[in-house]
């Protein structure tokens, strides 16, 4: 078998596509989780802790030297950063569980009921005449 014929076998699995489809989606959503937090969340949650930009948080570890630029520690980022996760991790846990719902009202729809066999047609009308006469008499 061709190396280019093994790989299109490979990469034509449904497992392979499926899984392409979910990063592409993901990183997709990842953007607007993103900007979610950065332009709706922070602004407020600054405007609460005093007008503070959570992105402006850093540490001057080393000022800058002639050429040498500054070794700062931007820890400000790192906290976006965990609320970014957060809300993410979040809005992942509220999808799986709507999910999971859904998957649990499917198999516990009962089946529709089976129709009768003909024995049961038969003895049903059999019953129905017997009240039938015994109505009469």
């Known amino acids: 078998m061709s190396m280019l014929k093994e790989f ?3 990469a ?4 392979v596509v499926d899984l392409a ?4 989606i993901g990183a997709a959503f990842g953007k607007i989780v993103s900007s979610l937090v950065a332009d709706i969340i ?13 992105k ?3 540490l001057t570890l080393r000022p ?10 931007h820890y400000g980022i790192f906290i976006q950063n965990i609320f970014d996760f957060v809300i993410v991790a979040f809005a992942i846990f509220l999808a799986i569980k709507a ?5 649990r009202k499917k198999v516990e729809e009962p089946a529709a009921p ?5 024995e049961e047609v038969l003895l049903s009308e059999i019953r129905d005449l017997l009240k039938q006469q015994n109505e009469r008499i």
């Open 8 to 10: 299109r076998e490979f």
């Open 12 to 15: 034509m699995r449904g497992n």
């Open 21 to 24: 489809v979910g990063v592409i």
């Open 42 to 54: 922070m602004p407020p949650l600054g405007l609460l802790i005093g007008g503070v930009d959570f």
């Open 56 to 58: 402006q948080f850093a």
């Open 64 to 73: 800058a030297v002639g050429d040498i630029p500054a070794v700062v520690m």
């Open 99 to 103: 999910i999971n719902q859904l998957n």
């Open 114 to 118: 089976a129709a009768p066999s003909k």
